[in-house]
């Protein structure tokens, strides 16, 4: 729906969201892009990505965010699969940890107003959570987001979301609540833990089709030395019935510190640092900030000013550039990237758009 630059003003980098030029003229694209910024504005957490401003210049949509340097989990696994390395538990268990706080300050946000927001992610996955190179996780792209306050209404029977990461419940076009983003996190903690596919599918249908009967392989028959109470907390975030997993993003974060204490593992930033450094030992410096020349934008005032835009112009020599941007990169279909634990996610670039069909499953049995 949108592309994301890299923008740098003063030495300060920023990301900078902008409605795709295709869907710039769809009302309900604007909508959610609009719904997304005004959300972000009302979140307040380390471990969720922040927005600076949100405007239109001559017709483009734009939203400036705080710039995450760092990768999302999608990549941080492909880059261990080359390294022929694995996540550790305990850096998988702090990510999932960190990303739950985030997600549970938003479940429990509410308005100026004092309503309750009731949010619901509905797009948790490995591409929407990053880590940092010093050890920070953020949980970014609310785009498809559920609240209170959304201007587009969900039709009932409407499917939003990536098929491999989908609650039943959602699957099914059901009402949501906050425990769908845990059944999510539960499939991230699955694959950021086995380096496997928690459920498999050639096509969306046969993926939602696999979680609304809970068909996924378990963990300790991927990972001899899986850790039992570990396997349960999977196992807990994935039950199809929502009643009976954990009843909180901070459920699930408090059944993870107390298998890492029973364990004796530290979880926090240390762990994901120790993992980060393992798995980009060889980056020179991969805590600075690139720069390109691609496209070039004037700030007409400082980002502590949200009201004062941000105006795209045409390239000018190096003197007159404020800020430069430029757009990152997406991994590329058919490559070593597109692979996680040694298998080809097959279509990944398909997998990870966005499921919006208008029409629910049909109820099958879960026998």
Same mark, same amino acid.
């Given at each position: ?7 740098? @003003? *003063?030495?300060? *980098? ?7 030029? +295709? @869907? ?18 009302m ?5 969720i990505?922040s927005a600076?401003?949100?405007?239109v210049i001559?017709?483009?949509h ?23 390395t694995?996540?550790d ?17 938003a479940?429990? +946000? ?10 619901v992610? =509905? ?15 953020k949980?970014v ?8 306050l ?5 039709? #009932? ?5 990536k098929?491999?990461?989908m609650s ?5 076009g059901?009402?949501?609540?906050h ?27 046969? =993926?939602m ?8 392989? @378990? ?7 899986y ?16 009643n009976? =997993?954990?009843?909180? *993003?901070?459920a ?7 298998? *890492?204490?029973?364990?004796? $593992?530290?979880?926090?930033?240390k762990?994901?640092? +120790?993992?980060m ?9 991969p ?18 000013? #949200? ?30 990237q ?5 298998? #080809? $996610? ?11 069909? @208008? +029409?629910?499953?049909? =109820?099958?049995p879960?026998?």
């Amino acid at each position: 729906m949108a592309d994301i630059f890299l923008a740098r @003003r *003063a030495g300060t *980098a920023f990301a900078v969201k902008i409605l795709n030029s +295709r @869907r710039a003229h769809d009302d309900e694209a604007r909508a959610l892009f609009h719904d997304e910024a005004r959300l972000l504005r009302m979140l307040n957490h380390g471990n969720i990505t922040s927005a600076h401003e949100v405007d239109v210049i001559d017709g483009v949509h734009y939203l400036a965010m705080e710039y995450v340097h760092g990768v999302d989990l999608r990549e941080l696994l492909a880059a261990a699969m080359l390294k022929k390395t694995a996540v550790d538990f305990a850096a998988a268990m702090s990510i999932v940890a960190a990303a739950a706080s985030g997600l549970d300050h938003a479940h429990r +946000r509410c308005s100026p107003e004092g309503r309750p927001l009731r949010l619901v992610h =509905r797009d948790v996955s490995l591409s929407n959570i990053m880590v940092t190179y010093d050890g920070h996780v953020k949980v970014v792209d609310f785009g498809i987001a559920s609240t209170t306050l959304s201007s587009v209404d969900t039709v #009932p029977g409407t499917v939003r979301g990536k098929a491999s990461y989908m609650s039943p419940e959602q699957c099914l076009g059901d009402p949501l609540d906050h425990r769908t983003d845990v059944f999510a996190l539960g499939v991230v903690l699955y694959e950021l833990t086995t380096g496997e596919r928690c459920f498999h599918g050639k096509t969306d249908f046969e =993926r939602m089709l696999a979680v609304t009967r809970g068909d996924y392989v @378990r963990p300790s028959s991927l990972v001899a030395d899986y850790p039992a109470e570990l396997e349960q907390v999977v196992c807990t975030a994935l039950a199809i019935d929502a009643n009976h =997993r954990f009843a909180s *993003a901070a459920a699930l974060m408090e059944a993870l510190e107390r298998v *890492a204490i029973g364990r004796g $593992w530290a979880l926090g930033t240390k762990a994901i640092v +120790r993992m980060m450094d393992e798995v980009y030992d060889d980056i020179d410096d991969p805590t600075a900030i690139p720069v390109s020349t691609d496209m070039i934008i004037e700030a007409q005032a400082p980002l502590q000013e #949200p009201e004062a835009p941000i105006t795209t112009v045409p390239e000018q020599p190096a003197v007159e550039r404020t800020a430069v941007l430029t757009q990152m990169p997406r991994l590329a279909r058919g490559t070593q990237q597109d692979m996680l634990g040694g298998e #080809p $996610w097959k279509k990944l670039d398909d997998d990870e758009q966005p499921t919006r069909g @208008r +029409r629910s499953l049909p =109820r099958i049995p879960l026998s």
